[in-house]
């Protein structure tokens, strides 16, 4: 079983839809969660961090941790197509583990 | 100041040269790291300075040399690279324990 697991992707969706990214991790000790967008030839650039159980919302996005389930997500609200980028799953136990990334989409 | 920022962007080099990255942050971390990301496929982790003192090598071989001179600046020095080794190298940033920022990279072409 790999460390961090995203949805294989890629992931087509709409403008002005809602874009689901998930991501499962098997060390239960982790503590923080974050995801990160990579446009094509640039940096992975940090989008959102979650460290306790529940919702956390900035502007278009949400991140849901559940520990319990060991799992963590990323909603896109009202996606656009700049938002159309890798997103990578990242989890914190003492060095950075990320997951294989998922390619989003956002088609006119 | 908020950004990490690495140069050069851009280096090309053959096997026999001795060439270093050099990356620096003024946001007050204490903890910088290298990474090395090949197409398609998410960073590896390669060195962990905390406190400017090397805490993690991912066992990188040794034609890899980094160096944390001070708080803000983090160089890795290269030396005898094989092709395989071309890639975007990331250097990142954080408080200890907390968030990463990632500068810019740098795309190495080691021919």
């Known amino acids: 079983q790999k460390e961090v697991e995203q949805n294989s992707g890629p992931l087509s969706v709409p403008e002005g839809a809602i874009a689901s990214l998930n991501c499962t991790y098997s060390?239960?000790?982790?503590?923080?969660f974050f995801w990160y967008r990579q446009y094509s030839g640039k940096s992975p650039e940090l989008i959102m961090s979650?460290?306790?159980?529940g919702d956390k919302e900035d502007g278009r996005f949400t991140a849901q941790l559940n520990k319990a389930s060991q799992y963590v997500s990323l909603l896109i609200r009202d996606s656009q197509p700049s938002d159309s980028a890798t997103y990578l799953c990242?989890?914190?136990?003492?060095?950075?583990?990320f997951g294989q990334g998922t390619i989003l989409t956002v088609h006119p | 100041d908020t950004e990490v920022t690495q140069t050069p962007k851009h280096l090309v080099m053959g096997m026999t040269n001795k060439k270093s990255l050099k990356c620096e942050q003024h946001?007050?971390?204490?903890?910088m790291y290298w990474y090395k990301q090949k197409a398609k496929k998410p960073p590896e982790l390669m060195f962990v300075?905390?406190?400017?003192?090397?805490?993690i090598n991912e066992s990188v071989p040794s034609r890899f040399s980094p160096e944390c001179p001070n708080s803000s600046l983090l160089n890795l020095h290269l030396h005898a690279l094989q092709p395989e080794d071309s890639a975007l190298y990331l250097c990142?940033?954080?408080?200890?324990?907390?968030?990463?920022?990632f500068g810019p990279g740098t795309r190495l072409t080691v021919l």
């Open positions: 990142a940033s954080s408080q200890v324990g907390s968030e990463q920022f």
């Open positions: 060390d239960r000790g982790s503590q923080s």
């Open positions: 979650i460290y306790s159980n």
């Open positions: 990242a989890v914190n136990k003492g060095k950075l583990t």
């Open positions: 946001m007050g971390h204490r903890a």
């Open positions: 300075y905390s406190y400017e003192k090397l805490s």
